[in-house]
């Protein structure tokens, strides 16, 4: 070998431990690199399920709030059925009547309906007219229908407001 090819082949070693070096560099920073995301995509990760647990307990204690809300408007529908029958058999049997005031200031009224009170009676010395059973067994049924409504309405606004959270 000559002296020239020495030195070619002097620089050749020397370019290729510095490419080596170079790559062993290179690689050592991607290493570092990767490691540095895998740490900030574990704690994203983290962070989601601490997102997505928390999310669950609050549907769950939602859920929960809904199911006593429920019960609740399911026992008040039930008590104001169960009101609604006792009455409804008290009429029947004549045990109660339905009576409504008459304005006696009103000529139109004609109705010469004497103004005797009783002691379960709420206005005393007023003129009062009894209704047919029949009319007031369907006046009970529309005030029925009426509660069932006002209930269904306050279920329907608690399930809004306890959604709408």
Known sequence: MTS???LLAVFIGFGGAWQVQ???M???QL???GAAQQ???DLIIGEAWSQQRAEQDKRLATEQQLAAQDQQHTRELSDAQHNQALLRDRLATADVRLSVLLD???PASGCNVPTAASAVGVVHAARR???DPAHAQRILAITGDGDSAVIALRACQAYVRAVAR
């Open 104 to 106: 006696a200031a009103d």
């Open 26 to 28: 290179g690689t050592e």
């Open 129 to 131: 007219a009894q209704l």
């Open 22 to 24: 170079d790559w062993r």
């Open 39 to 41: 740490k900030a995509l």
């Open 31 to 33: 290493a570092e690199q």
């Open 4 to 6: 020239g090819q020495i």
